[in-house]
């Protein structure tokens, strides 16, 4: 079963306006960390959120918001005010093992996001 | 912050020859350091976890003895390809982890095209 779902391959938002991101994950691990990335053309990866299994409250950082419901297994990642430097693709990803740096992660498939002008 | 460097960014090779890519934390030590393969649109496939002072750990399916890792250092981790085919023309990237609840740091990628 995959770890890590993320349902929507391709998403287009209008500049200015806040999109959703959706991502699922199974695990039976009661520690975990949930993360979300960013990947320009460039190719480069870039670490956007991070929610922790335990942390009561969402993670915010900056217009990154991560919706995190735990019940549901889902932590959705929210961008307010898209740009069009937003325009990428984004991975949601998942750590186990979490009390080492050695947790390896598994990453969803990715949703390429385009912001239109 | 948390810095990876990786090189080379691109590589063409010969079909048959070795090729090496470097990842090396520049600010911080990182005992585990692992490597990824990517193609076009897709997601990130973790070939093997490197292990300072230790043999890698190599995920199912993925061949350790023509991808070879080593990590002889705290701060450097090396990806030879060895006996590059054409299959395997790819994205290689690394990444490496500098504490707990912040996420992976990414070097910029290898293209490694085989010809």
């Known amino acids: 079963a995959q770890k890590i779902t993320q349902t929507q391959p391709g998403m287009f938002v209008q500049e200015k306006e806040a999109v959703t991101l959706d991502c699922t994950y199974d695990t039976s691990d009661p520690s975990y960390g949930l993360f979300w990335y960013k990947q320009p053309s460039s190719g480069e990866m870039i670490f956007l959120i991070y929610?922790?299994?335990?942390?009561?409250q969402n993670a915010t950082e900056g217009r990154y918001s991560l919706n995190f419901q735990k019940a549901r297994k889902s932590a959705n990642l929210v961008i307010s005010a898209s740009q069009l430097g937003d325009s990428a693709m984004y991975f949601c990803?998942?750590?186990?093992?979490?009390?080492?740096?050695?947790?390896?992660?598994?990453f969803g498939d990715g949703t390429t996001l385009t912001v239109k002008p | 912050g948390a810095v990876v460097s990786q090189h080379p960014s691109r590589v063409i090779c010969k079909s048959g020859t070795s090729v090496k890519i470097e990842c090396r934390s520049l600010d911080f030590q990182a005992t585990t350091m692992f490597w990824y393969r990517q193609f076009p649109k897709q997601s990130l496939m973790l070939m093997a976890t490197?292990?300072?002072?230790?043999?890698?750990?190599?995920e199912q399916g993925v061949e350790k003895d023509k991808f070879l890792i080593n990590h002889a250092s705290l701060t450097l981790s090396t990806l030879t390809v060895t006996s590059a085919h054409p299959e395997d023309s790819s994205f290689y990237i690394c990444s490496a982890s500098r504490q707990l609840n912040y996420g992976y740091t990414f070097g910029s990628g290898t293209r490694l095209t085989v010809v």
């Open positions: 490197s292990n300072e002072g230790s043999k890698a750990t190599y």
């Open positions: 929610q922790g299994s335990y942390d009561q």
């Open positions: 990803a998942m750590r186990e093992d979490f009390n080492t740096n050695a947790g390896k992660s598994t």
